[in-house]
């Protein structure tokens, strides 16, 4: 949703299915996204947290059409301007040349990027299902937010279990 949206909301439910679609935009280009950012990463373990981190992008896509089947609506896509600015960030990088351990440390800092936007709108949808009177709806976002902040808890273990070290070392050589 652009800042200068003509979008009207005239209840919260208006701004939950929005939100709900903007997020179901932002997994989608995600599912696209990850991919690539496995295929550039020189790190093993930090292709098995992308692709891994995928699977569990799959899932939330499912999730999300749950959800608007739950609420009786079909699932819809509104852009997601802050997402595709963050996937192209994650482009740059993956284009980028140089040093492959920088380069690592360069795709981390863009996932959590991505991870760190996503836990807070599954927060703020979280909070709206909870006020709207859907408990329901509200457990499967906080799983899902649950798993957003793992995600970002695993790729800092990463940098600092030697991906940051490493791109470090380059800088004193």
Known sequence: MGLLSNTTFNNLNDLFLNQL???YDAENRLVDAL?????????????DAFLGHLAETQEHVRRLEQIFGQ????????????MKGLVREGA?????KGNPAV???????AAQRVEHYEMAGYGAVRAFAQ????????????KTLDEE?????????????????AATSTYNA
């Open 21 to 23: 679609e903007d997020l």
């Open 71 to 82: 609420m009786g609506e079909e699932p819809a896509r509104e852009t997601c301007e802050a």
């Open 35 to 47: 991919p690539k950012m496995a295929d550039a990463a020189s790190s093993r373990q930090l292709k």
């Open 149 to 165: 902040g793992e995600a970002n808890k695993h790729l800092i273990q990463l940098a600092e279990a030697g991906i940051n070290s």
């Open 92 to 96: 740059e990088m993956i284009d980028a």
């Open 103 to 109: 380069k690592d440390a360069g795709l981390i800092a």
């Open 131 to 142: 006020r709207l009177g859907h408990p329901e709806i509200a457990q499967i976002l906080q």
